[in-house]
């Protein structure tokens, strides 16, 4: 009974959502969020409990959440074999799960869970839900000009999840540059939205704002409550993860770096949720196992860590180096120890040594990882004398300039628990309460520093890539351990009994009715406006007025192996634009699009962007519309979408419109099942 009511609370999560979002009220609607939880659930008990991770404190988000992780890359892999669409492949999934119960079944059946483990969902899925609503609803306000009250990679967003749930998308490949292989990308937290486009009816953006974002958000805090509750006690975890998910992050006070927002980077990429989730319960089977002995928790995981790759890169490099550290040092006493320590240490003195000595090394290495102009990069989205101050420094002594900016990242990212980590921590180290797993924050903060030393920066990208967007899971780490902690040292707050358990779920849901009513104007998305001007050109911008009408135009005529095409700067810019914002809407693949990006990475992608804007010429420099349509159709493309800003001669006047919507008109190639309409006027 338990699980089916945990499953029914996440399916009126996600159908409310999607509702808002526009779909249309049906059965299939309202049973595939239901019917999928169920099994993301039955997925997460038996690897857990073939695992023997069978007496955690909260059993069904563990389950939950170790179902979502390994069922987003089983769905991932599936596709890779075939061309299933992701509904498809969940389907296929499913039934293997449901064999696996039937043919190897678990030898010790694992517990059914609590009635906390219920009321837990409740209150974190009506908290995201809440503050998703707003984002959610954009897709109804579009064709009205609404705004995306988030960030314009939604879009982005919008169209990976297409290319894998969408028949329009599903055999094109690369959605932004159609027929060309995908490139590579964190890909999993994308399936599960996909897997349900078809029951919605939404394009990928419509999914993007009301699944992929509010679904991420109730992963991570599930995540977080498994791990404190394994920590601490269910009465630790209810206090920290809340008091995480409300008080004001360390970009509002200390150094006020917007770009440490741990809100907001959490709304801004909501891969990040999923893999927020998954690393903290990752952490928890590692608890598990220091706890018990029991080798079989530690491959657990491992296995939930390894799926971090192709969830979200960034916290698989920042948590894996973390999680060897503290089993390697569990499970080495005296000697060994202190050979594991004193191998590290000389790995770092001899690597030191080594671009110390050598110029050679040191340039490459200076090209290759560029540690000073990321920290740079990272100062600018903050108050100017840290930026200041560390740019003095860099000229009177590199390695102590780095050492005080990377002092300064970690400040920026953890803020007051950079502070009240040490001195919790040395109260710990004196109790004799201490335990192995509060090793975990100290070798996080190793790591993330580590890494502005060593991670590269990737030629397509920004310096921010592998350096500081996997921070989210430093903050959370140490800001939950601290907390809790903290609340141990104040007594058993564990719930032991259902009377506490249900007087603590009260106080629990009191707490967030009461941040719903006073936090209704909150916007914890939002960029920090004062030193971070620049994110508005990206969030909260109203939609190109008749871009929706032309995109519901496209989407509703288009049939498998149709493909759009605009020309002049909408296929250009990467990140934003009219014809981001079409394929997103539409999910027809764009023939090109984001050449900047492309030109930027070079090899066969430049290649293939020169061609193809070479034929997008020769299309807009026809001399009329029989030659322009018979290019088109000799190039695949069925769908030109032209603006008033970029005229070709066969579009004065529109005279070939198919249709119409403010500054935008549509032209009708005919597609490969469509009859060529190149002789005869559209309209």
């Not at 119960?101 to 694992?110: A, D, G, K």
């Not at 003095?392 to 300064?408: E, H, K, N, R």
């Not at 259902?498 to 209704?520: D, H, L, Y």
Request: proline share 5%; net charge positive; hydrophobic share 55%.
């Amino acid at each position: 009974m338990k699980r089916i009511i945990f499953a029914a609370v996440f399916g009126v999560f996600v159908d409310s959502l999607v509702i808002r979002a526009g779909a249309t009220m049906s059965a299939r609607l309202l049973l595939a969020p239901f019917l999928g939880a169920l099994s993301l659930t039955a997925c997460g008990e038996w690897i857990l409990a073939r695992m023997r991770v069978t007496l955690l404190v909260t059993w069904l988000p563990a389950a939950f959440v170790t179902g979502t992780m390994v069922t987003s890359i089983a769905i991932f892999g599936l596709t890779l074999i075939g061309t299933p669409s992701a509904q498809s492949a969940f389907i296929i999934w499913t039934m293997v799960v449901a064999l696996a119960w039937i043919v190897w079944r678990p030898p010790s059946m694992p517990q059914s869970g609590s009635w906390l483990d219920v009321g837990t969902m409740i209150g974190f899925a009506a908290l995201c839900a809440y503050f998703c609503r707003s984002v959610a609803g954009f897709l109804p306000t579009a064709p009205s000009g609404g705004a995306l009250l988030g960030w314009s990679d939604l879009y982005l967003h919008g169209t990976v999840i297409a290319s894998f749930g969408d028949a329009l998308a599903l055999t094109r490949g690369d959605i932004f540059l159609a027929d060309a292989a995908r490139p590579f990308y964190h890909y999993g937290p994308f399936m599960l939205p996909a897997a349900l486009l078809p029951s919605t009816g939404l394009p990928g953006v419509g999914l993007a704002t009301s699944v992929l974002l509010p679904f991420g958000l109730l992963i991570a805090a599930l995540g977080a409550h498994v791990f404190v509750a394994e920590l601490a006690g269910e009465g630790a975890a209810l206090v920290a993860v809340l008091a995480v998910a409300i008080f004001p992050d360390a970009s509002v006070y200390g150094m006020y770096n917007g770009f440490f927002g741990f809100h907001w980077l959490l709304i801004t990429a909501p891969g990040s949720g999923y893999a927020l989730g998954g690393g903290l319960v990752a952490c928890t089977c590692l608890m598990y196992s220091l706890r018990t002995g029991d080798r079989l928790p530690l491959i657990a995981a491992f296995f939930l860590l390894a799926l971090l790759f192709l969830t979200r890169v960034h916290f698989f490099m920042l948590l894996a180096p973390a999680m060897i550290g503290v089993a390697i040092l569990t499970n080495t006493k005296g000697g060994a120890r202190r050979r594991v320590l004193w191998g590290g240490v000389f790995i770092i003195a001899v690597a030191s040594a080594a671009v110390a000595i050598s110029p050679a090394i040191r340039t490459a290495w200076t090209n290759l990882v560029e540690p000073a102009v990321a920290i740079d990069t990272m100062l600018a989205s903050g108050p100017e004398h840290f930026r200041q101050l560390f740019r003095v420094l860099i000229t009177q002594c590199y390695a102590f300039a780095l050492l005080a900016g990377i002092s300064m990242m970690l400040a920026a990212a953890l803020g007051i628990f950079l502070v009240g980590y040490p001195m919790v921590a040395a109260w710990r180290c004196r109790s004799e309460h201490r335990e192995a797993i509060d090793l975990l924050p100290l070798l996080l903060c190793g790591s993330f520093a580590a890494l502005w030393l060593i991670a590269p920066v990737p030629a397509a990208s920004d310096a921010s890539e592998y350096k500081q967007r996997h921070f989210i899971l430093l903050y959370a780490v140490v800001a939950l351990w601290v907390l809790a902690r903290l609340l141990q040292a104040r007594g058993d707050i564990k719930l032991n009994t259902q009377s506490a358990r249900f007087v603590g779920w009260c106080a629990f849901m009191g707490v967030i009715a009461a941040t719903m009513v006073f936090g209704k104007d909150a916007n914890p998305g939002a960029p920090a406006a004062k030193y971070m001007d620049w994110a508005s050109q990206f969030y909260g911008q109203k939609i190109i007025p008749g871009i929706a009408q032309v995109a519901a135009y496209i989407r509703s005529n288009s049939r498998p192996g149709d493909t759009l095409v605009m020309a002049g700067e909408p296929i250009k810019d990467p990140l934003t634009g009219p014809l981001v914002e079409l394929v997103s809407l539409s999910d027809v693949p764009a023939y090109l699009s984001r050449t900047d990006l492309l030109l930027q990475k070079g090899g066969t992608s430049a290649t293939l962007a020169n061609l193809r804007s070479a034929q997008i010429n020769q299309i807009v420099q026809s001399a009329d519309w029989t030659l322009a349509c018979n290019a088109m159709r000799r190039s695949g493309i069925r769908w030109y979408v032209g603006s008033d800003n970029v005229l070709p001669a066969w579009s004065l006047g529109r005279a070939h419109a198919v249709f119409r919507s403010g500054e935008f008109s549509v032209y009708d190639a005919g597609g490969p099942h469509v009859t060529a309409r190149c002789d005869t006027a559209s309209n």
